[in-house]
């Protein structure tokens, strides 16, 4: 028997305090249970068990060499259980939480060939511009975007985004294009009512970034009703190119004021909830995603 093989049915007597329990859960007699402990202390020149008729106790070896094997035997266990999932097929229900404009443009269009793809998974797909704590509702994965706090969750960065003005051309003819941010304030921007730090948009200046409080006569709690008001004409907007570049591209939005952009790096990210083993379903779609969004992510193309 090999070396680790000794150390695991040394821990099991250790835990259960009993040569016949040990030998019933692992399928051998108790005298070879007997023997084999008894080759462990020969070969460590100690004695690491009290024998009693009716139990087994630690020496103080016997501690010792306890306390030893249980992190080698469990770096064994998860050696052999990330080589086995590195092979097993993504299977079941997969939690994705992403905000909702982000995710019709961006992570919508993806899943139909990752399903065909794996075709023992099931998605479940919440679109929420609000924070979800992925451990108290149970999300495998969310995307994330901006500065992302201190936390247990590790994250995959997806690439850089940036926040931009935009307008459609005819808003533009009629109100005039704005030259600086303070000219914003002669406008009719449309704000997020649930957002306010977003509604102090941000711009560098000759003595580093300032914020601008803006107004105007629409105001919606949805990224996707924010979009639209801009796209019919209503007023400026700022959000984020993964947003507007398709629109960019096609001329239905046009960006003002770009010299006055922030240079702060701000990214989306693939988060998920730390685990030793990452699991297959998890690792398969994050690893999707960076394949989809690297060299350079769709939204950065704006030509």
Known sequence: MEPQNDMAVFVRVAETGNFSATARALKLTPSAVSKLIGRLEDRLGARLLHRTTRRVSLTEEGR??????????????????????????????????????????????????????????????????????LIEQ???????????????????????????VVGTPSYLETHGIPRTPDDLKNHNCIILSTATSLNQWEFKGPDGPRRIEVRGNFETNNAVALHNAAIAGIGLIRAGNFTLAADIRAGRLVPVLADYETTTETNVYAVYPHSRHLSPKVRAFVDMLVDAFHPVAPWEQMG
């Open 64 to 133: 010792t060499y306890y306390q030893s094997c249980l992190p080698i035997l469990e770096a064994i266990d998860e050696a052999e259980q990330a080589i086995n999932e590195l092979h097993e097929e993504p299977r079941g229900l997969l939690k994705v939480n992403a905000s909702t404009y982000f995710a019709r443009e961006h992570i919508e269009p993806l899943i139909p060939d990752f399903l065909a793809r794996h075709p023992e998974l099931r998605i479940q797909l919440t679109l929420t511009d609000q924070f979800v704590d």
């Open 138 to 164: 149970e999300v495998d994965v969310a995307i994330r975007i901006g500065q992302l706090p201190d936390s247990s969750l590790i994250a995959r960065k997806l690439g850089p985004v940036r926040r931009m």
